[in-house]
């Protein structure tokens, strides 16, 4: 479980913390939310850092949720693995309220999580990191032949490709002969 | 590390394919046909495609690049080479689609029996890819078949287009120049590099090009160079005289050749240079004429002379026995 200065998470929503001092504002209050993913663990996440996700920040805009009610809602990603969405809020709250700069060295290292990262933030709409790991996709092929190319990104070879239609075709043709002969035995 | 790319969303997928260099995309396109399709209703979706496709056809040099819009970029996407060259113990080849392939230094190399076809190949193939024309052209004396070939295929003319001398061969191509000065239409740059006899002339019309280099110009006359249309003029091993550049020079001030911002000749031979003719009531100047050519560096003139166009339009003249620079003033009169 990682704790940061923005956000912190556990198994049940946490304590709100207060928002770091400014020695020249007044302190504003930060609102926080929560949101959990397939392993039910709640991450405890400023609205400043949660406005990378296009798809969150709209949920929030919508819900007009106050604090006792987002504490006791956290927002379920039952889609999204519990340590992708951790990489997910530590990028958020890493990123809080500035931009992602070009190189960026905060960004999720663990390259055999890219798939399930990339369908996340995708999902989570959080353009500038989407970008980030698309690059990091495209970086893969970076001088590499064809059969290698085919075989990082899992391409099927043309034979493969015809042989899945040819299955499928089979299988579409099967269905139809099944819900034929179904259509036929409701008419008898 | 492996990634299922066909697994991803669409917008993903796009994402990625927008990242892609082009030499890349041209090599991930031999994958699979399914791919090469999603790569091509990829590159058709973001039409317009600021990508220039250029064709090599050089000697041994049998390419084609992809530039960027400026045309300051290039790099090679794909390269044919004769099957006769394969050396299957050495290079790892690898059969694609029915032709030998080569993946080298981050491009493919198609092998193929017929040198032609083999460019018109890969030219067809990543123009169609990336849904783009030949913009691009350098060639040798023996690939002027090309000029005709990219006329025929496409609407939009060339913008950079090079007939290259051969590296060891100084025998004279008369009849290539002759076919790429009445054929090869280029709206950038129009460069010829070659060869030609004693006796070889041109007196048809060159342009509309926004530049003209002809690195070995002895057989342009002053008839000649007044039928160029063209904003910047090179000419290299010029036989013309100084009393060709007075008729010339009275032929602009007549209003002739109006687009001609830069011209710059060099004399073959030293030429015999005292002063210019009295009627262009060309004068001496302690202004420094300067001009941005395109191929980077800024040319800068002094002891210049002064001459004036009938409409009031100045240039800046310079002459000794080895060049002849005309820098045309039309922004200063303006203002």
């Known amino acids: 479980m990682s704790s940061t200065e923005q956000g912190t998470s556990s198994a049940a929503p946490a304590e709100p913390t207060t928002a770091p001092e400014s020695a020249a504002a007044p302190e504003v209050p930060e609102s926080f939310y929560y949101v959990h993913g397939k392993d039910k663990v709640v991450h405890k996440v400023s609205a400043g850092a949660l406005q990378h996700s296009a798809l969150i920040h709209g949920m929030i805009s919508n819900l007009g949720y106050t604090e006792e009610q987002a504490k006791a809602n956290p927002f379920p990603f039952e889609n999204i693995d519990g340590d992708i969405l951790q990489m997910v809020v530590d990028w958020c709250n890493q990123h809080k309220g500035k931009p992602t700069p070009p190189e960026d060295t905060n960004l999720p290292k663990q390259k055999e999580k890219l798939f399930d990262l990339v369908l996340a933030v995708n999902y989570l709409e959080i353009k500038e990191l989407l970008t980030y790991c698309c690059k990091q996709v495209a970086m893969m092929v970076k001088g590499k032949s064809p059969e290698e190319i085919r075989e990082i990104w899992m391409i099927p070879t043309d034979a493969e490709d015809e042989a899945a239609e040819k299955e499928a075709k089979k299988r579409a043709g099967k269905e139809a002969a099944g819900e034929t002969a179904a259509a036929a035995g409701d008419a008898k | ?335």
Not at chain 2, 132 to 138: K, N, Q, S, T, Y
């Open chain 2, 1 to 335: 590390m492996l990634f299922p790319i066909l697994c991803t969303p669409f917008v993903v997928l796009s994402e990625v394919f927008s990242l892609l260099e082009s030499n890349e995309a041209v090599t991930a396109s031999f994958c699979s046909k399914n791919f090469k399709r999603l790569l091509r209703n990829h590159y058709q979706r973001r039409t317009p495609l600021m990508w220039q496709a250029c064709m090599v056809d050089y000697e041994n040099s049998r390419q084609v690049s992809i530039a960027n819009s400026g045309y300051e970029k290039k790099g090679i996407v794909s390269s044919t080479v004769h099957v006769s060259k394969i050396n299957e113990a050495l290079n790892e080849v690898v059969e694609i689609n029915g032709y030998k392939t080569e993946f080298w230094s981050e491009f493919l190399i198609i092998y193929f029996e017929d040198q032609v076809l083999g460019s018109k190949w890969i030219v067809d193939y990543v123009t169609t890819l990336f849904n783009i024309d030949v913009r691009g052209l350098a060639i040798d004396r023996c690939s002027t078949w090309a000029i005709d070939w990219i006329n025929k295929r496409q609407e939009k003319p060339l913008s950079h287009f090079g007939l290259l001398k051969p590296t060891n061969d100084v025998s004279n191509a008369d009849e290539s120049v002759d076919y790429v000065l009445k054929n090869a239409r280029s709206s950038e740059l129009l460069g010829i590099d070659e060869y030609v006899s004693d006796n070889y002339r041109f007196n048809g019309k060159l342009g509309p090009v926004k530049e003209l280099c002809l690195w070995h110009g002895h057989w342009v006359t002053c008839d000649s160079l007044m039928n160029f249309d063209a904003i910047e003029i090179y000419i290299g091993r010029s036989r013309l005289a100084v009393s060709d550049l007075n008729s010339f020079l009275r032929h602009w001030r007549a209003g002739g050749s109006p687009r001609l911002h830069y011209l710059e000749v060099r004399f073959e031979n030293k030429a015999v240079f005292e002063n210019f003719d009295e009627d262009l009531e060309i004068v001496r100047t302690n202004e420094v004429g300067t001009y941005p050519v395109s191929y980077g560096e800024l040319v800068v003139i002094r002891s210049c002379y002064s001459v004036q166009r009938l409409d009031g339009i100045r240039a800046l003249v310079s002459c000794d026995h080895r060049r002849f620079y005309l820098i045309v003033q039309h922004e200063k009169t303006s203002n």
